[in-house]
């Protein structure tokens, strides 16, 4: 493909990305198809010749489509939103354009620049404590990864290399081993990669019971250190949520983070989905706290109209991830190093892309009144279903509706809201995903599009209802 044929490719392949967005909605949410579908109609090896451009083109909508679940249908309100904006597209065109590899500042210095830039932009939106940012010229800043779970993956093998190097020093021959005796902590409502972080770092962790709102408390987080003390074991990492996956739940960080200080625990703050919100000064109090934090984490990539990946990962002190993972081959020497960060130290991978840019563009698009009017936008929209909801006797809401998400249930058993559930997604029309909170199984409703208007909610208000019908009361909630 020459530079012609690209401008005109490129050209018919917007306009198929924006007919796609504009006509979202004649699709169903979900596919209708059975898993390996694609074998049966895929080629089994790569063409031997270039084919022209007309016949991928046309396989999109042929291969592509039927295999689909459409995230940014506005009737999708599964798990949680992922972001996609026209600005982030951009970017990412111009990123792949571009097509550098920043792992150092001298393999792309704009890479490096603009990612500490825009680290900042955000952390002050955020109103993050300067120690935070590279603009007070300490040890702190914020580096983007790939994902939430990376961050807490990240932070706790930093963790896990302080407290090694702490306690190894340390006088008494039995202590030189103390990995296997190193306990992180998180509250049972956490996100499962926190677990996949200690499996990962080979450490323990303890999954704590929260309060009746879901919260994980200091007082709970410091039975445990001392129980875990006595026992032998060396306490090193908290991850605390702000925004937990199943209901939206936030842990108390101002208690957590006292406990933490006092007892040099590394905290880390995982807000991967509600962090967006704190950029709205009526939500940033959820952040209050945040200062006894070691590490703050949340997703561009799911509520700030950052098309993945975009993870926002800011440490207090960076020196304690380059430690940990400082390699330094002659082959990535360059004269200036050690001047500025380098941020293959700040990460797993050694290369990395440009994600910046979509930051860049993102937020001098949509500037932080736009940003602050999308995610107000959602909030009111799930504050609308919750209402639909309510004027149900058929349903129950389980949990304070704080941001874009709604847990509930069909009042009836927990066999019921299954088949309920299931039914609602064999339609295909909505989508939603379930979760367990206090051991019953529970729906949720997460606003998720960018597209979803109010007119959206009401349909898939309608949907709910309609598949309800289907469900006769003696199914159990005439019962409660
Ligand atoms: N933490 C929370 C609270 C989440 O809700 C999620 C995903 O929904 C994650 C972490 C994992 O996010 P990621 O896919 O960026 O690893």
New binding site residues.
Partial sequence: MDSKQFREAAKQLVDYICDYHDNIRDRDVLPAVQPYFLEKQMPGSAPENGEPWTSVFNDIEKLIMPGMTHWHSPRFHA??PTASSYPAILADMLSGALGCVGFSWISSPICTELEMSMMDWLGKMLHLPSEFLFSSHGKGGGVIQ???????LICMLAARSRAITKYSSSSSPKNKSPLNKLVAYCSTQ??S??EKAALLSAVKIRSLDPDTNLSLRGETLERAIKDDREKGLIPFFVAA?????NSCAFDNIIEIGQICQKEDIWLHI?????GSAFICPEYRHYLNGVDKADSF?M?P??WLLVN??C?ALWVKNLNLISDAFNVDPVYLKYDKQGQIHDFRHLQIALGRRFRSLKMWFVFRLYGLNGLQQFIRKHIRLASEFKMMLQTDPRFQIEQPVVLGLVTFRLKGSDELNKKYAKAINDRRKIHISPCSINGRYTLRFVVCSRHTELEDIKFSWNEFKTVADQFPMENGFANH
Avoid: Q
């Fill in positions: 798990y949680f790939e994902a939430a779970s990376e961050s807490t956490a996100h990669s926190v949520s702000l925004g937990t996956t995982d807000a991967a989905y509600a984490n997703n990539h799911k993945s990946d993870s």
